[in-house]
């Protein structure tokens, strides 16, 4: 085999170039001089986006001034306050009630028919007595007619036989006939007033049908919906009636009441009073009409411990509604010149109830009172204050005894003092600057004289000063 010398032939081949070399970009290659190249950038990517976010999230801190760095410290409390008055307080007793008709009545046929007529608008007011809707009356009239003329016809036997026991008992004295014969005479006078009797029953039986026939209502009140239409065929006694008439003038509302004031009202009751009981409505927000206590329930309801009323309303302008829910304030007593202090004023501890009195040096001073009645916000102090003092209403829970409080309308002491301050800092500033007009004109004991003057602002004093000295130098 023939073996060739050429230099060539034995020569190292030539590397051949990278695709991927040329595939890349040229504007990625300088990731090739980062150690750890793209791993590198990702986490200091992720590290310089922490860092900001860091940065934004961080809460802005508010350089602190110096000045009036201690002013709230022993200062005054600002409170309010009120005057112990003399006054009246009415004893209430708060309770929720439903108001409940008088009478709520559905109309149903007493006879049977066909509804013929309906006479009636819903959500009518009507009257007692008045028709609403009517049956076919024929049949009725005509059993009415039947029982007349039976009636008729047997008040005829009964005249026949009177007239023949009359004519009997002429014979009979004259000794024509025996007397068995006017004994059974008598007898048949008296079948036949029985028998009148009986038709006279039916004559009304009859008659009270036919007025049937026309339904009426029976009480005073509003209408409902209509339950039946024209034609439909009735039943005495129906399940389903004809409507509903609920009487709403006047009506009642029931309320319970705890036991434990059972005592004050049949005292009241006892002594004849009308006690008075206004209705309002279930925000309790607007007074809806006011009316009278009416009757207590005999007995206490032992699973709630309470007791059942009824007061009464006219309500002319139908301020309350069948079913309604309703807030009701009945007036037990009114109690006359009275100690009364708002009852925000009054604070409870171990001590039991107390109030915190206003003295004329801005001073308070804790008084134990003993509490009467309560109403509304009002309330009757029994023993503890007199009429003219001042009670703190707002704030007391950061009171104590003989604290300093700082009363509506008076100047803030911190604001005096930060005036003062303010005042003593231009004048620092004043005399520092003359300090420095000294030092050029060869004066300099001046300036030495500005920190007495900034005694009450420290952040200004020392730059008053600083400047005072410099030209004082």
């Known amino acids: 085999m023939d073996r060739r010398n050429d230099g060539d032939s034995f020569a190292t081949p030539a590397p051949l170039a990278d695709p991927a070399a040329h595939a890349r970009p040229a504007g990625r290659r300088w990731i090739r001089f980062v150690p750890g190249q793209w791993k590198t950038v990702v986490i200091g990517t992720a590290l310089i986006l922490i860092a900001f976010l860091v940065w934004a999230i961080r809460p802005v801190q508010t350089p602190v001034r110096n000045r009036n760095a ?5 200062q005054p409390t600002p409170v309010g306050v009120a005057k112990v008055s003399l006054g009246d307080i009415e004893v209430r007793i708060n309770a929720l009630g439903a108001v409940t008709p008088l009478a709520t009545v ?47 016809r047997d008040q005829a036997q009964l005249a026949n036989a009177q007239v023949d026991l009359d004519r009997y008992r002429t014979l009979l ?11 059974t005479q008598e007898a048949l006078v008296r079948q036949l007033q029985g028998v009148i009797k009986s038709d006279q029953a039916n004559v009304e039986a009859a ?5 049937y026939a026309s ?21 005495a006694g129906q399940a389903t009636g004809i ?20 005592g004050d009202i049949m005292g009241q009751v006892r002594q004849g009073a009308k006690l008075t009981a ?17 009757t207590v329930d005999n007995q206490i309801d032992p699973t709630t411990g309470t007791v059942k009323l009824r007061a009464m309303f006219d309500n002319r302008n139908d301020e309350l509604f069948p079913n309604q829910f309703v807030n009701i304030s009945l007036l037990i007593d009114v109690m006359h010149n009275q100690t009364v202090v708002p009852a925000s004023a009054i604070q409870r501890g171990a001590a039991g109830t107390y109030v915190f009195v206003v003295n004329a040096d801005r001073t308070v001073s804790m008084h134990t009172v003993t509490l009467a009645k309560t109403a509304n916000d009002r309330v009757a102090v029994a023993s503890g204050l007199m009429v003219g003092d001042t009670v703190v209403i707002d704030g007391a829970d950061r009171l104590r005894d003989g604290a300093s409080v700082q009363l509506p309308g008076d100047r803030p002491a911190a604001a005096t003092a930060q005036g003062r301050g303010q005042n003593g800092a231009n004048a620092g500033r004043g005399q520092g600057r003359g300090g420095r007009r000294g030092a050029r004109g060869g ?17 200004e004093q020392a730059g008053g000063g600083g400047r005072g000295g410099q030209g004082g130098q």
């Open 207 to 211: 008659d009270i049908n036919l007025k």
């Open 215 to 235: 339904i009426k209502s029976p009480v005073s009140g509003r209408i409902g919906l209509r339950q039946v239409d024209l034609g439909n065929l009735l039943t």
């Open 106 to 152: 559905t109309v149903k046929p007493q006879v049977s028919g066909q509804l013929v007529r309906i006479d009636f608008t819903e959500g009518q007011m009507v009257r007692e007595g008045q028709v609403l809707a009517e049956i076919d009356p024929r049949p009725y009239q005509a059993a009415l007619d039947q029982a007349n003329g039976q009636l008729a």
């Open 443 to 459: 004066q300099g004991a001046p300036g030495g004289q500005a920190a007495p003057g900034g005694q009450a602002a420290p952040g």
């Open 278 to 294: 206004d209705a309002y409505d279930r925000a309790q927000t607007k007074k809806l009409t006011s009316g009278t206590l009416a």
């Open 243 to 262: 409507a509903v008439v609920t009487e709403l003038q006047p009506i009642s509302v029931v309320f319970s009441v705890p036991e434990d004031a059972i």
């Open 70 to 74: 201690f002013a709230g410290i022993n």
């Open 173 to 183: 004295a004259q000794n024509s006939i025996a007397q068995q014969q006017v004994a």
